[in-house]
């Protein structure tokens, strides 16, 4: 009996303390807080519909208890906006964390920079092994028409065999075949490891250099036989005529298929990144392990290109245009 | 000044010439004539050695300009002037340039001197204010009359003119063929291969009649136009004349 009196007192009581609890307790929880946070931070708020001026991290006061919210983020240009996340608020601090998904062009654009700096180099490549191969070609273009069994014997050779076998198996040649090579010579036996830049500006110059040749010999084949005859006809020597007359009409006609072997040369630089050269197609290959984007990024690749080679294509053909009114 | 001792060109299986010998005199004019293929223009080319002969001497001015040994080529051309059919101004330079161009290169003339010659020329051709004009900016008979002057710049010992009237139209023939009658009378040595039988009776001293690779008659214009005695120079000339 009196255990039972002693019961019921202590659970009054613990009722007592219960609601005096909540009673008491309110006005310390009064404040009704909603943090919105999200990945990446800093996206828009658009609350039942309504941007908000602040971004997130966010966190939102004055909020009725029970009060019911549709949250969406939005982070232009790269990410698409979030699933609608309705939240019901209860009383007290509330958190909401909303992950913003990515747009498709999201990696491209992260890349670009990196991707633009690897362009550059693979112009950088272009335009010295280009550079090399016209010096290179033009002294072997002129030996190839030249009265010289000698010299038109080793720039047939060399024009035949760079012509003949692919830019690949040359760039694989010099990379990989020469460094045996050079050990020996230097007599240690151990291969000589060559640096991929050099490797692959060696292979781009001596490629390049036989087809710049060609493009010189046909320059040269292509002026008018009279010319040398009228040339020589008033006594100057075939050095003489080559010099004043040949070659400066010449070279005004080489200049657009010039800009042609530029074009695939940039173009073709692009088997360097075989050998590990840090060019624009062997960075993407890099970027794509890291990303797993390859749509994206090769098509970004493709982009880079064209958008380099455009301005040379067309050049080209106003050169051409233009070459075709004067001649 | 130029003799030609029984001058043969062969290329390969064809025979061009076949021992020709003639003697051009010191301010002759001498035109030959004769059917397409006859090999006259090789026999020209061959004067100053565009054509390298294949037997045979060419002697000019008592020098075998054949004998290789002894003489450079080049200086022989400079000696011998050249115009061609087809003009073969150099395209690059103005007309003024393709006239200077060989005297400062080949003579090692200054530049004042040659243009100084040059624009003579040019006032001798009738061209003095085509100066600066592109061969391009030129008619036919300018640039044939441009030419010429080049090949005179060299102060040449004898002119040789390839068919030089034979790419022009119709109405550019004549000033081309004053200029060259100017030069036969100033007492230039000129070879010419041509069509116009009226300049070769008017101008020439004698002409050659030619035909596979021989010179079958030559004479007086009088004598070869008038009294042919060979039967194919009669065949020729009744179907141009």
Same mark, same amino acid.
């Given at each position: 009996m009196k255990l039972k009196v002693t019961l019921i007192f202590v659970v009054a009581f613990l009722l007592c303390l219960a609601v005096s609890g909540t009673v008491l307790c309110e006005p310390v929880s009064e404040i009704t807080t909603l943090t919105i946070t999200s990945d990446p931070e800093g996206a828009d708020i658009y609350l039942n519909g309504q941007k908000l001026d602040q971004q997130t991290p966010l966190t939102l006061e004055n909020l009725q208890p029970g009060q019911e919210i549709e949250l969406v983020l939005r982070k232009p240009p790269l990410y698409k906006k979030s699933i609608p996340k309705k939240v019901t608020v209860k009383p007290g601090k509330n958190n909401v964390f909303i992950p913003i998904p990515e747009t498709w062009y999201y990696y491209m654009w992260l890349y670009l920079p990196t991707l633009l700096k690897a362009a550059g180099m693979t112009l950088f490549l272009t335009i010295i092994a280009v550079f090399n191969g016209i010096i290179i070609g033009t002294f072997t273009g002129i030996f190839r028409v030249v009265h010289n069994k000698l010299l038109n014997t080793i720039a047939g050779i060399y024009v035949d065999f760079t012509r003949g076998t692919p830019l690949l198996v040359q760039i694989f040649m010099i990379h990989f075949g020469t460094p045996p090579i050079i050990g020996h010579l230097l007599g240690t036996g151990n291969p000589v490891p060559i640096n991929p830049f050099v490797s692959a500006l060696l292979a781009l110059s001596i490629n390049s250099g036989a087809y710049v040749a060609e493009i010189i010999r046909a320059g040269i084949q292509s002026i008018d036989v009279g010319q040398m005859e009228a040339a020589r006809s008033l006594g100057m020597t075939y050095r003489q005529a080559m010099r004043f007359i040949i070659l400066p009409q010449a070279l005004k006609r080489v200049i657009p298929p010039l800009g042609n072997e530029f074009i695939a040369m940039l173009k073709d630089s692009s088997l360097v990144s075989v050998i590990g050269m840090e060019e624009l197609v062997r960075r993407a290959q890099v970027i794509i392990t890291r990303t797993y984007r390859p749509t994206e990024t090769w098509i970004e690749v493709g982009l880079i290109f064209l958008i380099m080679t455009l301005p040379f294509t067309r050049l080209v053909a106003y050169l051409e245009r233009r070459l075709k009114t004067s001649d | 000044m130029i003799k030609v001792v029984n001058l043969h060109k062969r290329y390969r299986h064809l025979h061009v010439l076949k021992g020709i010998s003639t003697e051009i005199q010191q301010g002759e004019v001498v035109c030959i004539i004769g059917p +397409?293929? +006859?090999?006259k223009s090789t026999f020209l080319r061959c004067i100053n050695l565009l054509e390298k002969p294949s037997e045979g001497h060419i002697y000019i001015e008592n020098i075998d300009v054949t004998d290789h040994s002894r003489i450079n080529v080049n200086e022989v051309r400079a000696e011998v002037g050249m115009v061609f059919q087809r003009f073969n101004l150099f395209p690059h330079l103005t007309a003024l340039e393709n006239i200077t161009i060989a005297p400062v290169k080949v003579r090692g003339l200054s530049t004042e001197e040659a243009q100084d010659r040059a624009y003579k020329l040019l006032e001798r051709v009738g061209l003095r204010h085509k100066a600066d004009a592109y061969p391009e900016q030129l008619s036919g008979g300018q640039q044939q009359r441009i030419a010429i002057a080049r090949a005179l710049a060299m102060k040449p010992k004898a002119l040789l003119f390839d068919?030089?009237? +034979?790419?022009?139209?119709p109405e550019m023939i004549q000033e081309v063929l004053d200029v060259m009658k100017d030069l036969a009378h100033e007492g230039m040595t000129m070879v010419v291969v041509t069509h116009e039988m009226g300049f070769a009776r008017e101008v020439a001293k004698r002409v050659l009649f030619m035909d596979d690779g021989q010179i079958l008659e030559e004479g007086t214009p009088q004598a070869i136009f008038s009294t042919p005695k060979n039967e194919r120079t009669k065949q020729f000339l009744s179907k141009i004349l």
């Open positions: - | +397409s293929g +006859s090999g068919e030089p009237t +034979s790419a022009l139209d």
